[in-house]
């Protein structure tokens, strides 16, 4: 839920090495008011956004956003963790900022975004995991 009429929903995955060291490995962007999904062309892994038409969001409501991660493959190495990191803005410092400039407009009001994590609620995170041989 957020407190405001839209927002920015930033979804980053890395791989963190034992000493810290993040190496990105994909990021993707949804808006808030574009949260609709195509069923039929949705999968579990990749949520189909038509990005047809806004849909309102009222402030405080509880809504389910789908974001996929681009399909990757990656080995995490023993001792590596994985990050997923969810954010509202860029930063100037962020990998793909640094790459190729594109930024995103926020909305430039301050908004409480409120992540659910519960029986009723249960935000996930779904993983495609290819079996040692």
């Given at each position: 839920?957020?407190?405001?009429?839209?927002?920015?929903?930033?979804?980053?995955?890395?791989?963190?090495?034992?000493?810290?060291?993040?190496l990105?490995?994909?990021?993707?962007?949804?808006?808030?008011?574009?949260?609709?999904?195509?069923?039929?062309?949705?999968?579990?892994?990749?949520?189909?956004?038509?990005?047809?038409?806004?849909?309102?969001?009222?402030?405080?409501?509880?809504?389910?956003?789908?974001?996929?991660?681009?399909?990757?493959?990656?080995?995490?190495?023993?001792?590596?963790r994985?990050?997923?990191?969810?954010?509202?803005?860029?930063?100037?410092?962020?990998?793909?900022?640094?790459?190729?400039?594109?930024?995103?407009?926020?909305?430039?009001?301050?908004?409480?975004?409120?992540i659910?994590?519960?029986?009723?609620?249960?935000?996930?995170?779904?993983?495609?995991?290819?079996?040692?041989?």
């Amino acid at each position: 839920s957020i407190d405001q009429e839209d927002t920015n929903w930033i979804v980053k995955m890395c791989d963190v090495d034992k000493d810290g060291t993040e190496l990105p490995l994909g990021t993707n962007y949804l808006k808030a008011s574009h949260r609709a999904l195509d069923k039929k062309k949705s999968t579990p892994f990749q949520p189909y956004h038509p990005h047809t038409s806004s849909e309102p969001v009222v402030p405080g409501e509880i809504y389910e956003y789908a974001l996929e991660l681009l399909p990757m493959s990656h080995v995490f190495r023993e001792g590596h963790r994985m990050k997923l990191e969810i954010v509202s803005m860029e930063s100037p410092r962020d990998w793909e900022m640094v790459m190729h400039f594109h930024p995103h407009l926020c909305s430039s009001k301050t908004t409480v975004h409120k992540i659910y994590r519960d029986e009723e609620y249960p935000s996930h995170l779904l993983l495609s995991v290819i079996p040692k041989k």
